[in-house]
């Protein structure tokens, strides 16, 4: 760590003093190891958040438990991408109602993008007096010192403050797996999509620095992981801002360099900083996965530019040809938004073309959903929630069809797998470099080993048997 800036310098020793002083009071407190239950929400870049959390609760003395009515401190790491997905937290915070009522010292706290917005917070501060502590995204850090104040007689906090807006290296981590492991080498987003509330409650992007990365995924790689999974909301643009000469072609070229038998992915790409430097990175880079996670969300340019994504129907099929002819055998998967406001039955068409075009190994699609504060939330949404149902299940039925098609084409090859999940009695999952899952027959011992597997049949899930 030697190049860690002061003020990180700084972060670290404030946890660390507030880390043992919660270390301290904890005996007093409980007559049994605390417990800690950390519910996550949304994407990777949550998930991966929540190692840390879980590594800053474990530093502290908790024990980790996926049961929340046995916990005495119940966390929810929150997303606000779709209304949906803030419906559903706020169900099972008010679940935690009944346990505080039980006399325990019981610790309720939410963080993440939802936490983040200034309307969820009074929200909570409100109708949720059960709830302990509230935190934004910048904040992960002060979890010890929120802890300590409020288990030695403060009020209840909120903090959602965003002047803060670095990159904290050094943080403790508990890693939920042992052979896929998340990596971040960004934070934020800059990108402003019209519908997306990301870059309002994640804040600017900010790159890792190369040598951070590569410690880390050192250390990974070290202890056994056998899948990288590089995570950014835009990691095409990754080295942006920072003082030396890196991309992330470049990045993946240092990481493909490093000693062992491992791989790594990344997500997500965005269309308009994909580069053919890139594409020439994934192909000669073995242990880059030919996977490409490249949300289109529209067909139509019309509604591209609505959306604000800089690309447009053309340019995005000549990335995917210019792809395709780079890197032999590289599947796709996307993301599409069904039914922006104004978008007519003519623009969703469009979407449906590029799908049957590039015909993607799997798809990501949601329905819109206006999000406050957002340029689109203020747009002209007439078309109704039922209109857009119906185009919804249109895609999913020519997607399936692509899909199928797509998978029963790997009947008779073989691939190399890496055994990375046990799907039933004696039978484990393996992911090709093509991002492709084959289930086989095969001993638990193999868990994180690569096997080579002949794919026999199609059902709704490949199958296959080790040759
Ligand atoms: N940074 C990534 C995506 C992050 S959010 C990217 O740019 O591709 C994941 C997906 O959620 C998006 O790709 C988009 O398809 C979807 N999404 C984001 N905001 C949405 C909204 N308001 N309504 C519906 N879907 C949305
Ligand atoms: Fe949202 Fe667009 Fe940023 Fe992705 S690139 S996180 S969709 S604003
Ligand atoms: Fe959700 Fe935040 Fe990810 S809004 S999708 S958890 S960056």
């Not at 046995?70 to 419906?87: M, P, Q, S, Y």
């Not at 917005?117 to 929200?123: A, F, G, L, R, S």
Request: charged share 25%; net charge negative.
């Amino acid at each position: 760590m030697s190049n860690m800036t002061e003020t990180n310098q700084h972060i670290l020793q404030s946890m660390q003093g507030y880390i043992e002083r919660v270390k301290e009071i904890l005996p007093t407190l409980y007559s049994h190891t605390p417990k800690a239950c950390i519910n996550t929400y949304g994407c990777q870049q949550n998930v991966s958040d929540s190692e840390k959390i879980k590594g800053i609760m474990e530093s502290m003395g908790y024990e980790l438990t996926e049961d929340y009515t046995k916990a005495d401190f119940i966390l929810f790491n929150t997303c606000a991408v779709r209304g949906h997905a803030e419906d559903r937290v706020f169900g099972n915070i008010g679940r935690t109602k009944q346990l505080k009522k039980s006399g325990e010292k019981i610790l309720v706290a939410v963080c993440g993008c939802m936490a983040q917005q200034q309307i969820v917070c009074e929200k909570v501060k409100k109708s949720y007096p059960y709830v302990d502590m509230l935190f934004g995204t910048h904040h992960i850090q002060n979890l010890p010192e929120y802890i300590y104040k409020r288990l030695t007689g403060s009020g209840r906090i909120f903090d959602i403050s965003d002047d803060f807006n670095e990159v904290v290296e050094g943080l403790p981590i508990h890693r939920d797996g042992k052979i896929k492991g998340w990596l971040p080498i960004m934070h934020g987003c800059d990108n402003f999509c019209t519908y997306c509330i990301v870059p309002y409650v994640r804040g600017r992007e900010k790159s890792r620095l190369p040598e951070d990365i590569i410690n880390e995924a050192r250390q990974m790689i070290a202890s056994g992981f056998k899948e990288i999974m590089l995570l950014g909301q835009n990691v095409n643009s990754y080295g942006k801002g920072l003082d030396c000469d890196i991309n992330f072609a470049k990045l993946l070229r240092e990481l493909n360099g490093l000693e062992g038998d491992f791989r790594i992915r990344f997500m997500t790409s965005h269309p308009k900083d994909c580069t053919l430097e890139l594409l020439d990175a994934v192909k000669d880079c073995e242990k880059v996965e030919k996977h490409l996670h490249l949300p289109f969300q529209s067909g139509s340019d019309r509604i591209l530019k609505q959306m604000n994504r800089r690309y447009d129907s053309e340019g995005y099929l000549n990335l995917i040809n210019e792809a395709k002819k780079r890197i032999p055998g590289v599947t796709f998967t996307s993301d599409i938004i069904v039914g922006f406001p104004g978008e007519t039955y003519e623009d969703f068409c469009q979407t449906l073309r590029l799908v049957k075009e590039v015909e993607f190994q799997a798809l990501f699609t949601f329905i819109y959903s206006a999000r406050n504060g957002t340029p689109a939330a203020k747009m002209d949404d007439p078309v109704s929630r039922e209109e857009k149902g119906k185009w919804f299940s249109e895609l999913l039925a020519v997607q399936e069809d692509i899909s199928k098609k797509n998978y029963a084409s790997y009947v008779g090859k073989t691939y190399r797998v890496l055994c990375d999940e046990v799907v039933g009695n004696s039978k484990l999952s393996g992911k090709t470099l093509f991002a492709v899952d084959i289930e086989f027959d095969a001993d638990e011992s193999l868990l994180g080993k690569f096997v080579n597997v002949k794919v026999d049949r199609f059902t709704n899930v490949l199958e296959g048997t080790i040759v």
